[in-house]
């Protein structure tokens, strides 16, 4: 649906504000996660990053000036598959503390790719207690955490395929234990003559903190970001 791409644009937001972003990724390798925030940062077509041999000397230049200042100017700090609980996610936050280089904010993606400390009997007790330890570390550490989740396939019995709530997979703690739920939907994924090609519905179904309701973006894989459907240009 696109989850990814909207972190990758959270991510991106909250780096050129200066923010400091400690991204745990156990899903893709380093060069894959680099390629998708310079993507974005530089509107530079992903797949061109994916083969640079087959650009001339004028777009080849540009992309090695925009690796070579993002380097620089955007403190990122990359965990691509050596983070997989949340207690290995406290030590490395406290040793970029000692380092001088405290993260203003976390992208975990995704939850259930992760596991909890200690041991469980079920699969549903082990995402329940994952859960709230997510829960917990943003409370001690004084700092958001965004965690990107899968949903059951409940929502693909239904003929509205919107997910809610009650879809987030293997464990209603999920639910109760956010602060805030956002869902994604793009109608394209389901009916190939859609009305809106390129729209992805934003969805907060939870929000403790404010105000919840629904707005539609374009989703911009090229580039893995969401915008406002003013800028599809």
Known sequence: ???????????????????????????????????????????IDINILQNPKKLDQNNLKYLVESVDDFKKNYPLELYAMNIKTP??????????????RKPDFIVIDYLQLFKA???FNSRYDMVSELSWQIKML???????????????????????KRPVPSDLRESGNLEQDATAVMFVYRDEEYHENTKEPGIAEINVAINRNGTKGMQKYYMD??????SNLDNRS
Do not use: W
């Open 87 to 100: 207690g290995q996610l406290f030590i490395e936050y406290n040793k970029l503390v000692d380092k001088g």
């Open 117 to 119: 400390d200690g041991k």
């Open 221 to 226: 894989f090229s580039h893995m970001r969401l």
């Open 138 to 160: 943003a409370s001690d550490l004084k700092v958001p955490i965004l965690a990107l989740s899968q949903v059951n396939r409940k929502c693909e019995e239904r003929k509205d």
């Open 1 to 43: 649906m696109g989850k990814s791409a909207i972190a990758n644009t959270i991510a991106v937001n909250a780096l050129k504000k200066g923010k400091r972003v400690m991204l745990v990724n156990n899903e893709m390798d380093e060069q894959s996660i680099v390629n998708r925030l310079i993507a974005n940062l530089y509107n």
